[in-house]
Each structure stands twice: as structure tokens, then as C-alpha cells.
């Protein structure tokens, strides 16, 4: 098991490795000098020069790539354009935020998504599974910023029983919960949606396999046939889509945060871009790209958990 | 008092759903089987052996099939009929069965170990613990080498053969009275096949157990059974001692199936096919249903076959073979 997840961490760095360097190209071959774009049109040649020297532009190609890696290696990722401050101490601050904001979203997912699901497969083409059907349909039709207008109108405005503006306190942990409260369900009805179709169908696979026949074969009551011996193999598929899902709702955050005024990544981003803060995209495009990779990581490690040959591998 | 077979089945019928309508895949199905016996049941791909398994151990259920007719005796009790709670209770324990596909019937994220001693948890009431140890004395019995350390490991570290000696152990661990064995050969290989059947027998041997064999191998059959059943379009055609139908096989059928073994002894034949099709479920004829393909056929055979004896223990349904028609055996039983 030691040996799996050293051997999944050492995967790992390549991919971050490759992720930096198309970072590092992408803001490269992006046209314009980017002392220009900072200091404006209006700016004198020296000054242009004075900020390449201190952005590090003059030195040689290979140079720049390896202070760019290193740095972002030890967690550092320059300083905003706009604010001056260090980008992951930015970050940091409102990273609690996004994290509430994923987590919430996630363990709604789940817990609505898999019972939901199996409920489904259970009863296949009978009025039940119809209706999961259906609904799960509706609910991945429906986009963050349609579903939390609706959302904030009704339960914000209407019954007023959330907040509108989700600063929230990050001392209170009451504060926290009520405030992620409804741009969860937004981001979670989404996902549970997906996960209550991706369950119902891993469940029906796994419940045509024969060794579900097996299992009823020596007799195990049809309840622990499903619950152990179907759903401990329809998991996998699951967990691999989870895994997956959650990188989409960290993008999705983005929506999510304006519509319901939470601070987060999403917000910083939307933030840099209407000030042309470089540096500070840069930073975040790297600090995403991590996220993902590390979520990967962990689907990966539950995976070898989980699935007994996936160690062999 | 006559010995009570360890099962009997008398006139089972059993049905599927096709487009709306029940079609039999079973017709009226009858054997028994005494204790330390085996009885193979032979026949092509979709001529019911399988259902007729299926049928024995409560595995057709609606909605998609049913056991409309018949009786089904395990040990004298009838079981056609049960419910589900208390098939659960005879499945595993008093009846196991085997299937084909040892590479597939092997849940793959639960160690070989805790899938045998489910059925001794299930069953016997025994702790997780005690359920393993019996596990291991299993695995010896049916020559799984290292039995401590392979109990801890998973399907996809066993071969084909180690597999299927897993799903004898598992169908083995409650001892039941009755085992079902339905293709258990058919996808290895022929050297590992052979150890498996050595070992199904030693194994009845041993625990005085009846075997029905379901294959399509007539080579297996000659191997491992003391007695016969074909079975075609969900028909019991003929049925006898292995020696006698091996020697004077009666009804064309049979006779065909024989045919078409390849022979050694005659190196340039051309191999031998059944020629025409088994007729589909939803056409069924009234009469024998292997007319259409059938070398002999004559004026009787569109009428309905009955299964009567032409020897000790052998019986046949064809007229020609036999002589008896439908009507005939109506007077006879009168």
C-alpha cells in the first residue's frame, strides 16, 4: 500500500512539472510585452526597462523557466499587480471560502446523488426510477447562475431565510454553514443530478454481473446483495466520477461566487481579469491546475483502496 | 419405505416473458436424482439445461420469467413455490450450484477468502473468524495449494482453474444434499478441466451428494455422469444409463449428437452438423419439436411425443423409436 502511494506521488510530479510549462509558454506566447500592459502605453522606455529588469523579463529564456518553476515549487508565486501583496497569501485568505463552498456542494452531491441512484436502479422503469430520471435530467440542464437567481429570489428575498451576500465570517462556523447553505444546493443539485444518473447506472451494471447470481446462488439475502456486493463494485465508477466532478466544481465556483456574492478564487480571478492583474492569473492558473492534480491524486489513492487489482497495475 | 430422492423433479415448466407473452423454456421437465449420483443433462446452447438449474435453485423470478408448473422435491420438501426469504434459506445449504464462468462469477473486490465463508456466516451462524478457518480446511479439500495466505487474496490472483476450485469450495461449505455443476468445465482448458472433474467426483464421492452436470460435452458426460438426460427445445428427448445410450442412443437426437463428434479413427471426414435450426419459443409445435430437422421423420411426428421406456431405466420420446404415441399412451395410462 506504501509502495502504491509513493508510487501515485511520484506520478504526480510530472504532471505538475508539465503544468507549469504550459503555463510558463502559454504567458510567453500571449503578444504584447507585459511591462507595456502593466505600466500603460503612456510610459517611458526606461521605466519599461526598470520593470522587465524587476519582473525578471531581461534575463535568458531557460533562466526565467527555471526561477519561474522554482519559485512556484516553494509556494511562490510573485506578488499582485494591483494590491502588491503576495498571491498566495491572496489566495489563502479566501481560499477557506472556495473549499467550504466545493466541500458543501460535494457532500450534497453524494449524499443525494448515490441513494438517489440506487434507489433508481432498484426499482428500474418502475415510476421511481422515471422520475430520477427526469429530475436528474432537469437538474443538469439548469446552469449555477439560472438555479441560484432562482434560489436567492425564493429563499433569499421571498421567504428570507438566507443571506443574498455570503461574506461570511470565517471565525463562526454557524455563519460559515448558513451562508454556504444555498450556493451549495445550486452547485450540488448539479452534481447530484450527474451522480444519482452515473450511480444508477454503475448499480445496474454491477447487479447484471454473475457474481450477483453468486452471491444469491449461496444464498446471501437480496438486501446484503445489493448493499455489499453491488455497491462495493458500482462505487468504483462512482468515486472516479466524483473525483472528476469536483474538479468541475471548482471551476464552476467562479459562477457560483458572483451570483451569490461569496469571496473565493472564483472571485479573485473575475477580479484579475477586469484589472489585467498578470501576475496574479499566472499565479491562480498554476494554484487551479495543483487543486486538480491533487484531487486526481486522492480519487486515484481511494481508487487502489478500494479496487483490489487496481495495486497490482 | 421407498429412500426419498435427495431431488425430484416432476413436470416443471418454466416460462419467459417475450414481447408480452409467456413462452415455456422448460415443458414439462422430470428426473430424479438419488444421493452419490450424477446425472448429466445434455443438450445445445438454449435447450433449457440452464433455466431447468436456474428453475431447481429459485433463480427465475418475475418480472422476466416464472415456474409456472410443476413440482420441485429437495429431500422430500417441496420448494416450487417458496418465497424469497425462504429460498434464501435452502440456497447455499441444502442446494449450491456452479456456474460456467469462473473468470466472471468471482466478486472482484472481496477476497476469495470472505466469499466462501459468507455462505458458512449465512448459514451456520459461524463467527467471521471461524468461518475462515472452515474456509481454509476447504481450500485443502479442494486442492487449493497454500491455503492460509490464498485465502486473503483476490479472484484476479487465481487462474481459470483456481477460480472454479473456488466456486466448488464455496458451493461445497454448507455440505449441501444437492449440487448443481452447469457448464463448470466448459471454459478451461482441457488438462485443467480434467483435474476439476477428478475432482467434483472425489468430492460427491466423499460427501455422498447428487449431482446434476449440465453440458454439452458428451466426452464429459461419458467421464463423470451414471445417467443421462437429453434435453432438447426445453424437452427431456431421452434419458437412460450413460452405458446404454452411449451404445444404442434411440432417439434421432440423440443419435445426431453422437454424429457430430469429430473421430479420430477417421481422419478425413467432413464434420458432421445438425442441419436446420431449434424452432425459436414463440413457434413451438404441437408435435415433436425436432421433426423439422430430424432424418426420420414420417406422418405421427406432428403429433404431441411422450417420454416412455424402451429398456431398464431408458426411456425415449419419439415415436419412432418407441412405437407409443400420444393417444396410445392415453389408453395405456387408463
Same mark, same amino acid.
Request: hydrophobic letters at 50%; glycine letters at 8%.
Given at each position: 500500500?506504501?509502495?502504491?502511494?509513493?508510487?501515485?506521488? /511520484?506520478?504526480?510530479?510530472?504532471?505538475?512539472?508539465?503544468?507549469?510549462?504550459?503555463?510558463?509558454?502559454?504567458?510567453?506566447?500571449?503578444?504584447?510585452?507585459?511591462?507595456?500592459?502593466?505600466?500603460?502605453?503612456?510610459?517611458?522606455?526606461?521605466?519599461?526597462?526598470?520593470?522587465?529588469?524587476?519582473?525578471?523579463?531581461?534575463?535568458?529564456?531557460?533562466?526565467?523557466?527555471?526561477?519561474?518553476?522554482?519559485?512556484?515549487?516553494?509556494?511562490?508565486?510573485?506578488?499582485?499587480?494591483?494590491?502588491?501583496?503576495?498571491?498566495?497569501?491572496?489566495?489563502?485568505?479566501?481560499?477557506?471560502?472556495?473549499?467550504?463552498?466545493?466541500?458543501?456542494?460535494?457532500?450534497?452531491?453524494?449524499?443525494?446523488?448515490?441513494?438517489?441512484?440506487?434507489?433508481?436502479?432498484?426499482?428500474?422503469?418502475?415510476?421511481?426510477?422515471?422520475?430520477?430520471? $427526469?429530475?436528474?435530467?432537469?437538474?443538469?440542464?439548469?446552469?449555477?447562475?439560472?438555479?441560484?437567481?432562482?434560489?436567492?429570489?425564493?429563499?433569499?428575498?421571498?421567504?428570507?431565510?438566507?443571506?443574498?451576500?455570503?461574506?461570511?465570517?470565517?471565525?463562526?462556523?454557524?455563519?460559515?454553514?448558513? *451562508?454556504?447553505?444555498?450556493?451549495?444546493?445550486?452547485?450540488?443539485?448539479?452534481?447530484?443530478?450527474?451522480?444519482?444518473?452515473?450511480?444508477?447506472?454503475?448499480?445496474?451494471?454491477?447487479?447484471?454481473?454473475?457474481?450477483?447470481?453468486?452471491?444469491?446462488?449461496?444464498?446471501?439475502?437480496?438486501?446484503?446483495?445489493?448493499?455489499?456486493?453491488?455497491?462495493?463494485?458500482?462505487?468504483?465508477?462512482?468515486?472516479?466520477?466524483?473525483?472528476?466532478?469536483?474538479?468541475? /466544481?471548482?471551476?464552476?465556483?467562479?459562477?457560483?461566487?458572483?451570483?451569490?456574492?461569496?469571496?473565493?478564487?472564483? *472571485?479573485?480571478?473575475?477580479?484579475?481579469?477586469?484589472?489585467?492583474?498578470?501576475?496574479? /492569473?499566472?499565479?491562480?492558473?498554476?494554484?487551479?491546475?495543483?487543486?486538480? $492534480?491533487?484531487?486526481?491524486?486522492?480519487?486515484? /489513492?481511494?481508487?487502489?483502496?478500494?479496487?483490489?487489482?487496481?495495486?497490482?497495475? | 419405505?421407498?429412500?426419498?430422492?435427495?431431488?425430484?423433479?416432476?413436470?416443471?415448466?418454466?416460462?419467459?416473458?417475450?414481447?408480452?407473452?409467456?413462452?415455456?423454456?422448460?415443458?414439462?421437465?422430470?428426473?430424479?436424482?438419488?444421493?452419490?449420483?450424477?446425472?448429466?443433462?445434455?443438450?445445445?446452447?438454449?435447450?433449457?439445461?440452464?433455466?431447468?438449474?436456474?428453475?431447481?435453485?429459485?433463480?427465475?423470478?418475475?418480472?422476466?420469467?416464472?415456474?409456472?408448473?410443476?413440482?420441485?422435491?429437495?429431500?422430500?420438501?417441496?420448494?416450487?413455490?417458496?418465497?424469497?426469504?425462504?429460498?434464501?434459506?435452502?440456497?447455499?445449504?441444502?442446494?449450491?450450484?456452479?456456474?460456467?464462468?469462473?473468470?466472471?462469477?468471482?466478486?472482484?473486490?472481496?477476497?476469495?477468502?470472505?466469499?466462501?465463508?459468507?455462505?458458512?456466516?449465512?448459514?451456520?451462524?459461524?463467527?467471521?473468524?471461524?468461518?475462515?478457518?472452515?474456509?481454509?480446511?476447504?481450500?485443502?479439500?479442494?486442492?487449493?495449494?497454500?491455503?492460509?495466505?490464498?485465502?486473503?487474496?483476490?479472484?484476479?490472483?487465481?487462474?481459470?482453474?483456481?477460480?472454479?476450485?473456488?466456486?466448488?469450495?464455496?458451493?461445497?461449505?454448507?455440505?449441501?444434499?444437492?449440487?448443481?455443476?452447469?457448464?463448470?468445465?466448459?471454459?478451461?482448458?482441457?488438462?485443467?478441466?480434467?483435474?476439476?472433474?477428478?475432482?467434483?467426483?472425489?468430492?460427491?464421492?466423499?460427501?455422498?451428494?447428487?449431482?446434476?452436470?449440465?453440458?454439452?460435452?458428451?466426452?464429459?458426460?461419458?467421464?463423470?455422469?451414471?445417467?443421462?438426460?437429453? %434435453?432438447?427445445?426445453?424437452?427431456?428427448?431421452?434419458?437412460?444409463?450413460?452405458?446404454?445410450?452411449?451404445?444404442?442412443?434411440?432417439?434421432?437426437?440423440?443419435?445426431?449428437?453422437?454424429?457430430?463428434?469429430?473421430?479420430?479413427?477417421?481422419?478425413?471426414?467432413?464434420?458432421?452438423?445438425?442441419?436446420?435450426?431449434?424452432?425459436?419459443?414463440?413457434? %413451438?409445435?404441437?408435435?415433436?419439436?425436432?421433426?423439422?430437422?430430424?432424418?426420420?421423420?414420417?406422418?405421427?411426428?406432428?403429433?404431441?411425443?411422450?417420454?416412455?421406456?424402451?429398456?431398464?431405466?431408458?426411456?425415449?420420446?419419439?415415436?419412432?423409436?418407441?412405437?407409443?404415441?400420444?393417444?396410445?399412451?392415453?389408453?395405456?395410462?387408463?
Amino acid at each position: 500500500m506504501i509502495w502504491f502511494i509513493a508510487k501515485r506521488l /511520484l506520478a504526480a510530479v510530472p504532471t505538475l512539472l508539465a503544468v507549469l510549462t504550459v503555463v510558463f509558454i502559454i504567458v510567453r506566447i500571449v503578444p504584447g510585452d507585459p511591462a507595456l500592459v502593466i505600466l500603460g502605453d503612456q510610459a517611458t522606455a526606461e521605466a519599461a526597462a526598470a520593470l522587465r529588469t524587476r519582473l525578471g523579463l531581461d534575463q535568458p529564456m531557460w533562466v526565467q523557466y527555471w526561477n519561474f518553476v522554482s519559485n512556484a515549487l516553494t509556494g511562490n508565486f510573485g506578488a499582485s499587480l494591483v494590491t502588491g501583496r503576495p498571491i498566495l497569501e491572496e489566495v489563502g485568505a479566501v481560499l477557506p471560502h472556495t473549499i467550504d463552498l466545493t466541500l458543501a456542494s460535494m457532500v450534497l452531491g453524494v449524499v443525494v446523488g448515490v441513494p438517489v441512484g440506487i434507489w433508481a436502479a432498484l426499482h428500474r422503469n418502475r415510476a421511481i426510477d422515471v422520475a430520477a430520471r $427526469v429530475l436528474s435530467l432537469i437538474g443538469l440542464s439548469f446552469p449555477v447562475f439560472v438555479s441560484g437567481i432562482y434560489l436567492l429570489l425564493l429563499f433569499g428575498l421571498y421567504w428570507r431565510l438566507f443571506p443574498v451576500i455570503g461574506n461570511a465570517d470565517l471565525s463562526d462556523p454557524v455563519d460559515r454553514l448558513h *451562508k454556504v447553505v444555498l450556493p451549495a444546493v445550486a452547485l450540488g443539485l448539479t452534481m447530484a443530478a450527474y451522480i444519482t444518473r452515473v450511480t444508477r447506472s454503475a448499480m445496474l451494471h454491477a447487479l447484471g454481473e454473475d457474481y450477483i447470481r453468486t452471491a444469491r446462488a449461496k444464498g446471501v439475502p437480496w438486501r446484503r446483495v445489493v448493499w455489499v456486493h453491488g455497491l462495493r463494485n458500482a462505487s468504483l465508477p462512482v468515486v472516479t466520477v466524483v473525483g472528476l466532478y469536483v474538479g468541475i /466544481l471548482i471551476g464552476n465556483s467562479v459562477l457560483t461566487e458572483i451570483v451569490f456574492n461569496r469571496p473565493g478564487l472564483g *472571485k479573485i480571478i473575475v477580479g484579475a481579469l477586469n484589472q489585467r492583474d498578470y501576475a496574479m /492569473l499566472q499565479g491562480l492558473m498554476v494554484i487551479y491546475c495543483f487543486l486538480i $492534480v491533487v484531487v486526481n491524486l486522492v480519487t486515484d /489513492l481511494l481508487y487502489g483502496v478500494m479496487d483490489p487489482r487496481v495495486k497490482q497495475a | 419405505m421407498l429412500a426419498k430422492a435427495a431431488l425430484d423433479v416432476e413436470d416443471l415448466r418454466t416460462e419467459f416473458r417475450i414481447a408480452g407473452t409467456w413462452r415455456a423454456a422448460v415443458r414439462g421437465v422430470s428426473f430424479s436424482l438419488e444421493r452419490n449420483e450424477t446425472l448429466a443433462l445434455v443438450g445445445e446452447s438454449g435447450c433449457g439445461k440452464s433455466v431447468t438449474a436456474l428453475s431447481i435453485m429459485g433463480l427465475v423470478q418475475p418480472p422476466l420469467g416464472r415456474v409456472a408448473g410443476g413440482s420441485i422435491l429437495l429431500d422430500g420438501q417441496e420448494v416450487a413455490g417458496l418465497s424469497e426469504a425462504q429460498w434464501e434459506t435452502l440456497r447455499g445449504d441444502r442446494i449450491g450450484m456452479i456456474f460456467q464462468e469462473p473468470m466472471t462469477s468471482l466478486n472482484p473486490v472481496m477476497t476469495v477468502g470472505d466469499q466462501v465463508a459468507e455462505a458458512l456466516v449465512i448459514h451456520k451462524g459461524l463467527s467471521r473468524a471461524a468461518a475462515l478457518e472452515k474456509t481454509r480446511a476447504l481450500f485443502e479439500e479442494v486442492k487449493i495449494p497454500s491455503p492460509a495466505t490464498r485465502l486473503r487474496e483476490y479472484p484476479h490472483q487465481f487462474s481459470g482453474g483456481m477460480r472454479q476450485r473456488v466456486m466448488i469450495a464455496m458451493a461445497l461449505a454448507c455440505e449441501p444434499a444437492v449440487l448443481l455443476a452447469d457448464e463448470p468445465t466448459t471454459a478451461l482448458d482441457v488438462t485443467i478441466q480434467a483435474q476439476v472433474l477428478g475432482l467434483l467426483a472425489d468430492l460427491r464421492e466423499r460427501h455422498g451428494m447428487a449431482v446434476l452436470f449440465i453440458t454439452h460435452n458428451l466426452g464429459v458426460v461419458a467421464q463423470i455422469a451414471d445417467r443421462v438426460a437429453v %434435453m432438447y427445445a426445453g424437452q427431456i428427448v431421452e434419458e437412460g444409463p450413460v452405458a446404454n445410450i452411449f451404445a444404442a442412443p434411440a432417439h434421432p437426437y440423440t443419435r445426431a449428437l453422437f454424429a457430430a463428434i469429430p473421430r479420430l479413427d477417421q481422419p478425413h471426414q467432413a464434420l458432421s452438423a445438425i442441419p436446420g435450426r431449434v424452432p425459436p419459443l414463440d413457434a %413451438m409445435p404441437v408435435g415433436c419439436a425436432f421433426a423439422s430437422r430430424c432424418p426420420q421423420k414420417r406422418a405421427g411426428c406432428e403429433e404431441p411425443q411422450v417420454l416412455v421406456p424402451i429398456g431398464a431405466a431408458h426411456r425415449a420420446r419419439c415415436h419412432v423409436a418407441t412405437g407409443a404415441t400420444a393417444c396410445a399412451a392415453a389408453v395405456l395410462n387408463e
